[in-house]
């Protein structure tokens, strides 16, 4: 079946680290979008990729960073310097740059101890 | 530029009662509008979508939507809720060109609850 995957769906870090989250999709998608979920805020973006190799920041980039070196692939990093890094993080695709339809995979929990 | 309110955090239903949830949007390109829905701990799924033609959608679950340009409105609505109904429901709204792509514009959610 195709999708996305998402790994780990929890992890805990310690301040001051930089942690790495894993999204890969099987869809044959061209775009991919990293949100960030908090209680009662909704979903807001970090990130987002159109084509490999190129990606551009949303409205909440500082302390994040992100690589394309693959169509299927677009791992998100906390870094050190994201002051409260504590939520959920949800990884989703589109066909393509048109507007359409995304397709999310079912999100990583990351908690700061 | 893109939004999109969605009128009230929380709506509480008792089973069999029709579910109605509302979303208002703002767009400066013709409008492709979206409901999805999340479980707790889960990613999102597409409920319904309207990009063009038939005003009234169908989407999965029973649910249905309507846009209504005049209005600017694509409420959600199911005629008789079942408990599996409570949930997280989010609208969005194609967004406007940024670096030549549409970026979606999300509410803030509603959180659908259920009363046996």
């Known amino acids: 079946d195709g999708g996305i995957t998402q790994s780990p769906k929890y992890l805990f870090r310690k301040e001051g680290q930089n942690v790495t989250l894993s999204c890969e999709q099987n869809l044959n998608h061209d775009a991919m979008y990293w949100y960030r979920q908090d209680p009662g805020q909704g979903l807001r973006l970090i990130y987002y990729s159109q084509i490999v190799n190129d990606f551009q920041k949303g409205d909440i980039a500082e302390g994040y960073s992100v690589s394309r070196e693959k169509k299927e692939s677009f791992p998100l990093t906390v870094t050190s310097a994201q002051k409260n890094p504590t939520a959920f993080y949800l990884c989703a695709s589109t066909v393509d740059r048109g507007g359409n339809e995304q397709f999310f995979g079912p999100g990583t929990r990351l908690t700061v101890l | 530029a893109q939004s999109v309110t969605q009128l009230g955090s929380h709506v509480s239903v008792s089973e069999g009662a029709l579910v109605l949830l509302r979303c208002n949007y703002s767009?400066?390109?013709?409008?492709?509008l979206f409901w999805y829905v999340q479980y707790p701990n889960q990613g999102l799924q597409l409920l319904l979508k309207y990009t063009t033609g038939a005003t009234l959608v169908k989407g999965i679950n029973g649910f249905e939507a309507e846009f209504k340009k005049s209005e600017t409105s694509f409420h959600l609505t199911k005629p008789s809720a079942h408990m599996s109904d409570a949930a997280e429901y989010f609208c969005?709204?194609?967004?406007?060109?940024?670096?030549?792509?549409?970026?979606?514009?999300f509410g803030r959610g509603t959180s659908l609850i259920v009363h046996p």
């Open positions: 969005a709204v194609r967004g406007g060109l940024a670096g030549g792509s549409y970026i979606p514009t």
């Open positions: 767009s400066s390109v013709p409008p492709y």
